[in-house]
C-alpha cells in the first residue's frame, strides 16, 4: 500500500499505497479527522502502529488533538513501563498487542461524518513528537519536537535532495517509522512533499526488491547500510531506483559505489542524531566532506561542535569528532563514545569493525568495549557471525590488520547479532551476549 498526504500549505499533492491500494489525501485526511474524533482526553499518546498507514493517521490525528506522541525506540515492556512513570497522563494507540498501559485499539472502521480537514494546520510551536534515542550508548533519551521544527526539517531535506524531480514517485522506506530517521525521511518527506508512501516497511531483501518493482515510479529507497549490503549480496536483476537515502550508521564508499552501480541512482548519505534531527548530507561514493542543510550552523568550543538552526531543537551538542571544512562544510571523524585507549593506544570501534567485517567469510561482527568489574578494567571484546569460520581463524585474521593491544577477548562467535529495526545494536544486549549482563 502507498499513502501520501500532504499540507496544501506545503504546496504539493499527496498520494498513499496501501496494500497495493491507493489512498487519496482527501481519504487520508478525513481518516485522521475520524480517528482524531475518537482519541481519549489525554496529552500524550505513545503510537504503537506497526501499520505505515494507521501510524501515519495517529500521528495527524493526535496533532490535530494538541496530543503530544511518544515515539518509544523499541516496544519492549521495560520501555513502556518507563514512559508511564515519566508521562503518567499517556495512553497507547496499538493495531497488535496489548500494552500494559492505558490503550486504544485503532478502529477497523473509520467511517463517520467527519470533515476532511487538514490535520497539519496546527500552531508552528506545538509540540508534536518526543523521540527516544535508540539506546545503543545507554538509556533512551527524550527529544521534544514542535511541528515547526519537523517541517523545517522535512522542507530543508527535500530542497537539498531536489524532491521537486521526483514528484508523481514512491518512497519506500526499510526503517521503522518511529525512529527520527524514518520519521522525517519516510512519513515527513513523503507527506510534506506530495510523494507516495509504501506503507509495507519491507526488511528483507526479497521483500524490498518487490516493494521496488511494484512501486510507482520515480523511486526513492530510504535505507542502511545494513540492508544494503544484504540487497548487494544478491544485486542480479535489481530494480532501479531513482534516489536512495542511507543513515544510522557510517557507510564505506566502497558500499556507496557499489549501491549505486547495482540501483543506477545516486545514493546520498544523511548525517543526524534524534536530537538534532537531520544535519548534513553528501553523496558518499563521490565526497568526503559533509555539507549542512540549509539553515544549519555549527560552532565549536571546549566541549565540541554544536548545531543549531531553525530545524534544529536548540544548539546541541553533537556526540561526534568534527572538522569544520567551510561554513557549512564539514569533516566526519569517530564518534566521541566510540574513541577507546587500551594500554595507552588509541583507536575507533569504527575503525576496529571495518577490519572485522573486511575479513572474508564475516557476515556480520560488531566489537565493544566491555564493563569495568571489580578492579579488572574493562576489557574489548567482539561478537561475530561468521559461519564455517573458528574463533582461531578470525583472530589469526585480525592480528594482521590492528594492533594486539585491541585484539578481542573474548571472541564469541553467534549466529546473529541483536541488531533493532535501523540496524543498530542496543549496547545492553550486546553486553549480555559477552557473559555481562546490565
Known amino acids: 500500500?502507498?499513502?501520501?498526504?500532504?499540507?496544501?500549505?506545503?504546496?504539493?499533492?499527496?498520494?498513499?499505497?496501501?496494500?497495493?491500494?491507493?489512498?487519496?489525501?482527501?481519504?487520508?485526511?478525513?481518516?485522521?479527522?475520524?480517528?482524531?474524533?475518537?482519541?481519549?482526553?489525554?496529552?500524550?499518546?505513545?503510537?504503537?502502529?506497526?501499520?505505515?498507514?494507521?501510524?501515519?493517521?495517529?500521528?495527524?490525528?493526535?496533532?490535530?488533538?494538541?496530543?503530544?506522541?511518544?515515539?518509544?525506540?523499541?516496544?519492549?515492556?521495560?520501555?513502556?513501563?518507563?514512559?508511564?512513570?515519566?508521562?503518567?497522563?499517556?495512553?497507547?494507540?496499538?493495531?497488535?498487542?496489548?500494552?500494559?498501559?492505558?490503550?486504544?485499539?485503532?478502529?477497523?472502521?473509520?467511517?463517520?461524518?467527519?470533515?476532511?480537514?487538514?490535520?497539519?494546520?496546527?500552531?508552528?510551536?506545538?509540540?508534536?513528537?518526543?523521540?527516544?534515542?535508540?539506546?545503543?550508548?545507554?538509556?533512551?533519551?527524550?527529544?521534544?519536537?514542535?511541528?515547526?521544527?519537523?517541517?523545517?526539517?522535512?522542507?530543508?531535506?527535500?530542497?537539498?535532495?531536489?524532491?521537486?524531480?521526483?514528484?508523481?514517485?514512491?518512497?519506500?522506506?526499510?526503517?521503522?517509522?518511529h525512529h527520527s530517521y524514518g520519521l522525517e525521511s519516510v512519513i515527513l518527506l513523503g507527506l510534506l512533499h506530495g510523494l507516495a508512501i509504501d506503507t509495507s516497511w519491507p526488511l528483507y531483501p526479497a521483500d524490498i526488491r518487490a516493494a521496488l518493482a511494484r512501486a510507482p515510479g520515480p523511486r526513492l529507497l530510504v535505507t542502511t547500510p545494513v540492508h544494503l549490503r544484504a540487497l548487494l549480496a544478491e544485486p542480479e536483476d535489481m530494480p532501479q531506483a531513482d534516489l536512495i537515502l542511507s543513515a544510522t550508521a557510517p557507510l564505506p564508499v566502497e558500499l556507496a559505489i557499489a549501491a549505486e552501480t547495482c540501483f543506477g541512482a545516486p545514493l546520498i548519505e544523511i548525517y543526524g542524531c534524534t536530537e538534532a534531527g537531520q544535519l548534513a548530507t553528501r553523496r558518499t561514493a563521490r565526497e568526503a566532506n559533509w555539507h549542512c542543510l540549509d539553515g544549519v550552523e555549527l560552532h565549536q568550543d571546549a566541549l565540541g561542535t554544536w548545531a543549531s538552526g531553525p530545524a534544529v531543537p536548540g544548539p546541541t551538542l553533537l556526540n561526534d569528532m568534527i572538522e569544520l571544512t567551510g561554513p557549512a562544510s564539514f569533516m566526519l571523524g569517530a564518534r566521541t563514545a566510540d574513541l577507546i585507549d587500551v594500554a595507552g593506544k588509541r583507536s575507533s570501534l569504527a575503525y576496529l569493525n571495518h577490519q572485522l567485517l573486511d575479513i572474508a567469510g564475516v557476515q556480520d561482527g560488531v566489537f565493544v568495549m566491555g564493563e569495568a568489574q571489580g578492579g579488572n578494567v574493562a576489557r574489548l571484546a567482539a561478537l561475530v557471525v561468521a559461519p564455517g569460520l573458528t574463533p582461531q581463524t578470525i583472530m589469526a585474521a585480525l592480528r594482521e590488520r590492528i594492533d594486539a593491544a585491541f585484539l578481542p577477548r573474548p571472541l564469541v562467535l553467534v549466529d546473529e547479532l541483536p541488531r533493532n529495526g535501523l540496524g543498530k545494536l542496543p549496547r545492553a544486549d550486546l553486553l549480555q551476549l559477552i557473559g555481562q549482563a546490565p
Not at 481518516?31 to 501510524?55: E, I, M, Q, S
Not at 490503550?103 to 470533515?115: I, K, Q, S, V, W
Not at 533519551?141 to 519537523?150: E, I, N, Y
Open 1 to 177: 500500500m502507498t499513502v501520501s498526504a500532504v499540507s496544501q500549505k506545503d504546496g504539493h499533492g499527496p498520494a498513499a499505497l496501501q496494500a497495493l491500494r491507493h489512498v487519496s489525501q482527501a481519504e487520508f485526511w478525513r481518516d485522521a479527522a475520524a480517528l482524531a474524533g475518537r482519541l481519549p482526553a489525554h496529552g500524550h499518546v505513545v503510537n504503537l502502529c506497526t501499520d505505515r498507514y494507521r501510524f501515519m493517521t495517529g500521528l495527524a490525528a493526535a496533532l490535530s488533538r494538541r496530543q503530544v506522541s511518544l515515539l518509544p525506540a523499541a516496544n519492549v515492556p521495560a520501555a513502556l513501563s518507563a514512559l508511564a512513570e515519566d508521562y503518567p497522563d499517556c495512553y497507547a494507540l496499538t493495531d497488535g498487542a496489548r500494552p500494559a498501559l492505558p490503550y486504544m485499539d485503532y478502529p477497523n472502521d473509520l467511517a463517520g461524518a467527519f470533515p476532511a480537514a487538514d490535520p497539519f494546520a496546527v500552531a508552528a510551536d506545538q509540540p508534536a513528537v518526543i523521540l527516544f534515542t535508540s539506546g545503543s550508548t545507554g538509556r533512551p533519551k527524550p527529544t521534544l519536537k514542535t511541528w515547526s521544527t519537523l517541517r523545517q526539517s522535512a522542507r530543508a531535506a527535500g530542497a537539498r535532495l531536489g524532491i521537486a524531480g521526483l514528484l508523481g514517485g514512491t518512497v519506500i522506506g526499510t526503517v521503522p517509522h
